[in-house]
């Protein structure tokens, strides 16, 4: 899956190290992204002519509320990351938050600004001290946590997603339904309840969303901040009960919130597990008694023993 962000920014210097300083945060993180970028709203609406963007990063002052409306128009899921001063009004701010944009006071550095695109995205462009903390997954694992959630509901579908719709992983059978309409259709639907929590200074919430029909109910929650995870029901097998499903779901979710995904095999996760254990162990008890003796003044070379 490749990103598309459309930074406009009037000052060159700071749109140039923006646009680096994202493409190289990409980089570290093995994500693809493709930027384009431009000097003021007008000439973005210009050079964007018919693309379709995932993100707009634009200040809210010069027209960004603007230029996302009219860029919704053709791409409705796009996200727009609006930057502010500190003496921006009240209404201002308030009519952002109400039509969904995510707003963020101007940044201060490069990080700064990687760190706000990556939240306004739900990727990992910058490093997140909690995450090596947790216990590495392979993409093996994740399937077979959703397998047993499918056992324990009879969900004909279970979809692990990005908040933007991008599968991250699927168990069951789609039958004819369309798997990319499905996911986009449910990200879009938590965008507001997202923004909701953030209006409510308290982003680490848990929502429910369910759709009754007369031929599927879906049942979807996040798992975390930057996944959702969905259950999508054959009414003609089975009838779900919403207190059991929800049960199971806000369950699943934990853990897979829990969960760093990291790619290759088992084998190859525990050894590079081991390796960066052991390579930080040693750094601990000889790291700084190494360097104090070969960088002390004076110091004589050492014979090796």
Known sequence: MRYSILIVEGDAVRRHAWEESILRAAKAHDIAVVVMTARSASAAQLQAGH???????????????????????????????????SEASVEDLRDARWLGYMLASDPESTDALVDAVGRALGLPLADD????????????????????????????????????????????????????AVTSLIAGSFVNSFELGRALRDPNT??????????????????GNHRLLALVFDKEFVTPKLGYV????????????????????????????????????FDRLFGNNLLGVQDAPGASPQRPV
């Open 206 to 223: 848990r929502y429910l969303n369910l759709v009754e029909g007369d031929h599927f109910d879906v049942y979807a929650t996040n798992a």
């Open 246 to 281: 929800w049960l199971q779901l806000k369950r699943s979710a934990g853990q897979l919130s829990q969960m760093r995904i990291v790619e290759g095999s088992v084998g190859d996760v525990i050894s590079a597990e081991l390796t960066a254990s052991l390579n930080t162990e």
């Open 129 to 180: 001290p909690d995450s090596q903390g947790r216990p590495p997954a392979t993409l093996r694992d994740v399937q077979m946590l959703l397998d047993v959630l499918r056992w324990q509901t009879k969900a004909q579908l279970i979809l692990y997603t990005d908040y933007i719709g991008n599968t991250i992983a699927h168990r069951g059978d789609p039958a004819n339904l369309d798997l990319g």
């Open 51 to 85: 693309r379709h963007f995932h993100l707009l990063v634009a200040s809210l002052s010069d027209g960004g509320a603007g230029l996302a409306g009219r860029l919704r128009t053709r791409t409705p899921h796009l996200r727009a990351l609006l930057f502010h001063p």
